[in-house]
T-cell receptor
Framework: EDQVTQSPEALRLQEGESSSLNCSYTVSGLRGLFWYRQDPGKGPEFLFTLYSAGEEKEKERLKATLTKKESFLHITAPKPEDSATYLCAVQGSNAGKSTFGDGTTLTVKP | KAGVTQTPRYLIKTRGQQVTLSCSPISGHRSVSWYQQTPGQGLQFLFEYFSETQRNKGNFPGRFSGRQFSNSRSEMNVSTLELGDSALYLC????????????FGSGTRLTVV
């Protein structure tokens, strides 16, 4: 069974203070690893897909990386509007099903 | 381009009742998945539909069911509601089943009293 563990559960940063969120996964036959952002009262918003170890994707202040066991979401010089819950999900050998982690809630203080 | 539309946004039901939730995917998206989100359990997979066929089902009791229509719109039904069914129910659509991220709707907040 696919498993995803995210850490830390919560992260508080000062504006401009860079950090990383971790996503550890166990999956048979990784088809894709996905990062989402969720704001309170809304559905998750898709950010990135990573397919193989060594791959990296960037979007504004966010950069996602992938190894064979984990993925990192690096946040460079965050702003208060980056405050949200960040979710990691994997799709394994079972196409059509994604397994989600519990998320990391990021708070960026001005 | 319209996003994924879920109706209703909020619902209050009594234990023992049944409920039907609706989801209209992004035009052209044939895969529709449903998730239950609660503070304690996170996002739990309910089921996935593609071309009107259920392709995957999560570990939920038979009280939870769904279907997909020929226009890709989907509904999920929960019968004999229990207090523990209170949750945010999220619908997600994608262009294909494989190796593609989802576009989620805003969800239906179901409260069972």
């Amino acid at each position: 069974e696919d498993q995803v563990t995210q850490s830390p559960e919560a992260l508080r940063l000062q504006e401009g203070e860079s950090s990383s969120l971790n996503c550890s996964y166990t999956v048979s036959g990784l088809r894709g690893l996905f990062w989402y952002r969720q704001d309170p009262g809304k559905g998750p918003e898709f950010l990135f897909t990573l397919y193989s170890a060594g791959e990296e994707k960037e979007k504004e202040r966010l950069k996602a990386t992938l190894t064979k066991k984990e993925s990192f979401l690096h946040i460079t010089a965050p702003k208060p509007e980056d405050s949200a819950t960040y979710l990691c999900a994997v799709q394994g050998s079972n196409a059509g099903k994604s397994t989600f982690g519990d998320g990391t809630t990021l708070t960026v203080k001005p | 381009k319209a996003g994924v539309t879920q109706t209703p946004r909020y619902l209050i039901k009594t234990r023992g009742q049944q409920v039907t939730l609706s989801c209209s995917p992004i035009s052209g998206h044939r895969s529709v998945s449903w998730y239950q989100q609660t503070p304690g359990q996170g996002l739990q997979f309910l089921f996935e539909y593609f071309s009107e066929t259920q392709r995957n089902k999560g570990n939920f009791p038979g009280r939870f069911s769904g279907r997909q229509f020929s226009n890709s719109r989907s509904e999920m039904n929960v019968s004999t509601l229990e207090l523990g069914d209170s949750a945010l129910y999220l619908c997600a659509s994608s262009l294909s089943r494989d190796r593609t991220g989802y576009t989620f709707g805003s969800g239906t907040r179901l409260t069972v009293v």
